[in-house]
């Protein structure tokens, strides 16, 4: 369980085939890892990954195919992402509850400054629409945000610099597909309110 609040930005610096899988070699930036060891569980991007290694200068991770087939961003050497280690009990629930389980993948089709501030505008899966809501929250990127506008299938995030300053999501433009997790609190609702009524929604 992680909180969408990004500790840093890592790089991957190196990918190896696996059967039905690949190996990353994740540079993990100012992440403090000193506290990690194996089989601990890190967000990459927003997609909980377990920790196969350790070394001075990276960690290693799996990313089986069904996960690369749903998500972006984590077969490309050199790409920027954000990490976050799992949460612990006593820490301060900064974001909301985030599971690292991708539920799709968005576009993005805004992205620009407006004051000090900049527009994100990203236009969802139609499979999410029913789990999200203005004001409520989304995972994007592994990034705990709140959406402002909804209109048809356009989500309209406001990103405060000191968010851009911490997350890879300074990297946008326009056209870039990105990791979205729904509110997994809207999810059991939708769910539970599916079995009420006797209509199940796909």
């Given at each position: 369980?992680?909180?969408?609040?990004?500790?840093?930005?890592?790089?991957?610096?190196?990918?190896?085939?696996?059967?039905?899988?690949?190996?990353?070699?994740?540079?993990?930036?100012?992440?403090?890892?000193?506290?990690?060891?194996?089989?601990?569980?890190?967000?990459?991007?927003?997609?909980?990954?377990?920790?196969?290694?350790?070394?001075?200068?990276?960690?290693?991770?799996?990313?089986?195919?069904?996960?690369?087939?749903?998500?972006?961003?984590?077969?490309?050497?050199?790409?920027?992402?954000?990490?976050?280690?799992?949460?612990?009990?006593?820490?301060?629930?900064?974001?909301?509850?985030?599971?690292?389980?991708?539920?799709?993948?968005?576009?993005?089709?805004?992205?620009?400054?407006?004051?000090?501030?900049?527009?994100?505008?990203?236009?969802?899966?139609?499979?999410?629409?029913?789990?999200?809501?203005?004001?409520?929250?989304?995972?994007?990127?592994?990034?705990?945000?709140?959406?402002?506008?909804?209109?048809?299938?356009?989500?309209?995030?406001?990103?405060?610099?000191?968010?851009?300053?911490?997350?890879?999501?300074?990297?946008?433009?326009?056209?870039?597909?990105?990791?979205?997790?729904?509110?997994?609190?809207a999810r059991y609702v939708a769910r539970l309110m599916e079995l009420s009524s006797g209509v199940i929604v796909k």
């Amino acid at each position: 369980m992680f909180t969408g609040i990004i500790e840093a930005v890592g790089e991957i610096k190196q990918i190896s085939q696996k059967p039905n899988a690949l190996g990353l070699h994740i540079a993990p930036g100012k992440l403090d890892m000193s506290d990690v060891k194996i089989g601990d569980s890190i967000a990459v991007n927003g997609v909980c990954l377990t920790v196969t290694s350790l070394a001075s200068t990276f960690f290693t991770v799996d990313v089986s195919d069904e996960t690369l087939s749903c998500t972006h961003g984590l077969n490309i050497v050199g790409n920027y992402v954000n990490l976050e280690k799992a949460m612990r009990l006593t820490d301060r629930l900064g974001g909301h509850l985030v599971s690292g389980h991708v539920d799709g993948v968005g576009t993005v089709t805004t992205f620009e400054q407006a004051g000090e501030n900049y527009l994100l505008a990203i236009k969802s899966p139609v499979s999410l629409l029913k789990y999200i809501a203005a004001k409520g929250s989304i995972t994007v990127n592994g990034v705990s945000l709140t959406i402002n506008r909804i209109e048809d299938d356009i989500l309209e995030i406001n990103l405060i610099p000191h968010t851009l300053a911490e997350t890879n999501l300074k990297h946008l433009k326009r056209g870039e597909r990105l990791n979205l997790e729904s509110d997994m609190l809207a999810r059991y609702v939708a769910r539970l309110m599916e079995l009420s009524s006797g209509v199940i929604v796909k």
